[in-house]
């Protein structure tokens, strides 16, 4: 486990940053994705990017694209210090609100590349060589459409973005 001297510590704290970073891999993303994300879950004041650099030992840039990324996914809230002019940042906890965030970002601009490759695919391949794949076509084509319907299920099966979820 990293070792996150600098600022206070405890078990507790770094079992929740452990936590979140095999989340974060159990999904595909980086480590230090998980780090960031948990650093703000498991601190109850808002954090700024120098706070976060200072507290898990991270590169300025590693820290600033963690930001930007669980910003993107409305994993991070923005937060106002009166008299600071740095960004400070609260966790999001509503589940539903960041798997919205994960869907809309990551997961939807897949699958429409997806769409777009099967239809060059279909464009460039000759007439003969496509009925060879016609199957495997197909299959990608329902995948794609069934990814389509499920994903509004999975957003409203994680509840109501207004009430945090305890998991």
Do not use: C
Request: glycine letters at 6%.
């Amino acid at each position: 486990m990293a070792n996150y001297s600098e600022a206070p510590s405890s078990e507790t704290r770094d079992a929740i940053i452990a936590y979140f970073v095999n989340a974060a891999q159990a999904f595909g993303i980086p480590k230090s994705i998980g780090e960031i994300y948990g650093l703000f879950f498991a601190t109850d004041a808002p954090l700024a990017l120098d706070d976060v650099i200072e507290q898990l030992q991270i590169s300025k840039g590693s820290a600033s694209q963690g930001i930007r990324f669980l910003r993107s996914i409305n994993a991070l809230n923005p937060t106002y210090i009166p008299g600071d002019r740095r960004d400070h940042f609260k966790a999001e906890t509503s589940l539903r609100r960041i798997a919205d965030g994960l869907i809309k970002e990551r997961i939807k601009p897949q699958l429409a590349s997806g769409a777009e490759q099967l239809k060059a695919i279909q464009n460039q391949t000759r007439k003969t060589e496509l009925g060879e794949y016609q199957d495997q076509l197909a299959t990608i084509r329902t995948w794609s459409k069934k990814a389509d319907l499920v994903l509004p299920f999975v957003s409203k099966f994680l509840g109501d973005k207004s009430k945090p979820t305890v998991i």
